[in-house]
């Protein structure tokens, strides 16, 4: 994962994300867990992880890479 990396939020996400919608990871974070952040539908930065994220509802981000 990379700044500029697209996240799209699954079924059964919180009410600050939208389902199916695609959010551009503005950081990542360094060290041992694969996590990032990214603006959510509010306007706010939230901290992600890549599995079993707790704003799914413990479900996976789908990972769309950007072209290189």
């Known amino acids: 994962m990379k700044i500029g990396d697209i996240v799209i939020a699954p079924e059964g996400c919180e009410n600050y994300l939208t389902e199916g919608k695609e959010y551009p990871i503005i950081k990542v974070w360094d060290g ?3 996590g990032f952040d990214i603006i959510d539908d509010e306007g706010d930065v939230i901290g992600c ?3 079993t ?5 413990f479900r996976d981000w789908i990972l769309k890479p950007t072209q290189s």
Not at 53 to 57: A, D, E, Y
């Open 49 to 51: 992880s890549k599995e």
């Open 53 to 57: 994220s707790s704003h799914l509802n």
């Open 32 to 34: 041992r867990t694969e």
